[in-house]
Structures are given as structure tokens and as C-alpha cells.
């Protein structure tokens, strides 16, 4: 019995779904997201700094 061609890109397509909705996270997002999450507090601390600098000189726009 020949399957048809649309079941057959039905089940890739579903497959393909499937896969892209796994949450497993392997060791390089994990590090990518340590290194995003870095970044972002790096530039939260020097926008707070800025701030305090500005604040510090009486500055009208503290806003960095």
C-alpha cells in the first residue's frame, strides 16, 4: 500500500512542529543566556552609575 504525498508532508510537518516546541535548553543557549543576562546587568549598572554621576552635578537631566 503506497502512502500518499500528503501524509507524508503532513507527518514531517508535525514532526517539525513537535520539535521546535521542545523546551530543552542545551549547554550553548544556556551559556547564550548567561551571557545575555550579563550583558543586560552590565548595562543596567552603567546606566545607574551615569545617573548617580549626573544626579551628583546637579545636573536638570539625570537621564542617561
Given amino acids: 500500500m503506497k502512502i500518499s504525498t500528503l501524509v507524508k508532508a503532513a507527518t514531517v510537518v508535525g514532526l517539525g512542529f513537535t520539535l521546535m516546541a521542545c523546551d530543552n535548553q542545551g549547554p550553548m ?35 542617561c
Fill in 29 to 63: 543557549e544556556k551559556a547564550g543566556e548567561k551571557v545575555d543576562n550579563a550583558a543586560t546587568d552590565t548595562q543596567n549598572a552603567i546606566e545607574d552609575k551615569c545617573e548617580d554621576i549626573k544626579s551628583d552635578l546637579d545636573q536638570k537631566d539625570t537621564d
